[in-house]
């Protein structure tokens, strides 16, 4: 059975590039690489009708991991771009969302500090 005929969910795709690229066929659908030494690279599909990209037309955005998202924010202002969104409360880092001039969905992403070790 060919990847096209089966529903393009989360889930298949996943198992899809696990089976073609060896990635993606984990506990949840999608693959994590650590970056440096804070945060990790992260590919996850959504679902066709997600509206987790908007207001982009685009059915994918890109993920930047930042070390300052208010002075990355405070340039984007200067060139006229504002976040089409922000979220401070997510345990796991600072995230702010920003449009592209190409109408791409932007996800910036300042990882949380990790608790000095005891």
């Not at 990847?3 to 089976?19: G, H, K, V």
């Amino acid at each position: 059975m060919g990847f096209s005929s089966r529903p393009q969910t989360p889930a298949n795709l996943a198992a899809w590039y696990d089976r073609v690229l060896g990635f993606g066929g984990g506990p949840w659908p999608g693959a994590m690489w650590p970056h440096g030494d804070k945060g990790y690279t992260l590919w996850s599909p959504f679902k066709a009708d997600t509206t987790y990209f908007e207001p982009s037309a685009s059915p994918f955005m890109i993920n930047f991991i930042v070390d300052d998202m208010d002075g990355v924010l405070a340039r984007a202002a200067a060139e006229g771009v504002e976040p089409t969104g922000r979220d401070d409360s997510d345990p796991n880092g600072r995230f702010a969302w920003l449009m592209d001039p190409a109408g791409l969905k932007i996800e910036l992403w300042e990882p949380a500090v990790a608790p000095p070790e005891a």
